[in-house]
């Protein structure tokens, strides 16, 4: 079967950094993606990795290794603004997306 | 704004009612899809259209019955739904189905309750 696994939850302090990470097992493999859902909101796209390495982009960066079926979303200088819960999501060989149940991400001050 | 929008926001029925979910999308994208979320699990898909044909066979219960008129709009008709079926039904577009990023830009979904 289809199967992607993230911790249900993570608690991190302001101003730090934090890495979600992401195990998949899926039916063929055609990119990862990471979203982020605000409580009550609906999920907003954040990143996406189809080769191997490190993609950057701002206080976000994720990383994939196909090998492994692994990847880790890493949140640097943490806001209040980004406790959300973040879903991790594997596109498979019939191009639709697996979800993971998510990671919700508190944030302290 | 997303792009997407979804009415109603909030929508309670009985088992015995039928309803039905509105998706719009303003992105130009040709695959629109819905999706439930339950607490703590998964978003799971149900439907999927691209260019106004459904491409997507998952098992999806014969209460809920989508509908795609124009590569616009997308419905969810309800009918004679069970109290499992509450949660929050998202609707989603992207440019295409297929390779590259075609990432999906979500509405902001309708909580149903089912009682």
């Known amino acids: 079967g289809q199967n992607i696994d993230q911790p249900t939850e993570m608690t991190a302090t302001e101003g730090a950094i934090v890495q979600i990470n992401c195990t998949y097992q899926?039916?063929?493999?055609?990119?990862l993606f990471w979203y982020q859902q605000h409580a009550g909101e609906a999920p907003t796209f954040l990143s996406y990795n189809v080769l191997d390495g490190l993609e950057e982009k701002g206080r976000f960066s994720s990383f994939l290794s196909r090998s492994k079926g692994y990847s880790y979303l890493l949140l640097k200088e943490l806001q209040m603004k980004d406790s959300a819960s973040y879903l991790c999501?594997?596109?498979?060989?019939?191009?639709?997306?697996?979800w993971g149940a998510g990671t919700k991400l508190i944030i302290k001050p | 704004e997303t792009g997407v929008t979804q009415t109603p926001r909030h929508l309670v029925m009985g088992m015995t009612n039928k309803k039905s979910l509105k998706c719009e999308q303003h992105?130009?994208?040709?695959?629109m899809y819905w999706y439930k979320q339950s607490a703590k699990k998964p978003l799971e898909l149900m439907f999927v259209y691209s260019l106004e044909e459904r491409v997507e066979n998952n098992s999806v219960p014969s209460r809920f019955s989508p509908e795609c008129p124009n590569s616009s709009h997308l419905f969810l008709h309800l009918h004679t739904l069970q109290p499992e079926d509450s949660a929050l039904y998202l609707c989603?577009?992207?440019?295409?189905?297929?390779?590259?990023?075609?990432?999906?830009?979500f509405g902001p979904g309708t909580r149903l309750t089912v009682l």
């Open positions: 999501a594997v596109r498979d060989s019939n191009y639709q997306l697996i």
């Open positions: 992105l130009g994208h040709n695959a």
């Open positions: 989603a577009s992207s440019q295409d189905l297929g390779m590259g990023y075609n990432e999906q830009f």
């Open positions: 899926t039916s063929g493999f055609n990119g």
